[in-house]
């Protein structure tokens, strides 16, 4: 069985969810060493194309699931106040 991690959703807050841990990890430090430091900062989309290299093959083979798992690490990263999006659309990512 593997670990899991509890994540937070900055769009439903005090909702905890629980995680693949190892696929968190992994996709936090991912995102966090391809998102610029200010803003307006990347779409989700770009970030998704950024981080795949970047994945290790044993959890993401061949970049799978990597748009959820983009999507889920934003969402907590969001609520823990690391990374914000951009006040005007497009949502555009940065970390704080």
């Not at 995102?31 to 989309?45: F, Q, R, Y």
């Not at 290790?56 to 798992?69: T, V, Y």
Request: glycine share 8%; hydrophobic share 40%.
């Amino acid at each position: 069985m593997s670990d899991k991690i509890e994540v937070e959703n900055v769009n439903s807050p005090g909702y905890v969810h629980r995680v693949d841990k190892a696929k968190y990890m992994a996709m936090r430090q991912a995102m966090m060493a391809v998102l610029p430091d200010t803003g307006p900062g990347m779409t989700p989309s770009d970030v998704i194309s950024a981080v795949k290299p970047a994945l290790p093959q044993d959890l993401f083979p061949g970049g799978a699931k990597s748009g959820w798992w983009v999507k889920c690490v934003q969402l907590d990263l969001e609520a823990k106040g690391i990374v914000k999006r951009a006040a005007k659309p497009p949502v555009r990512l940065h970390r704080v």
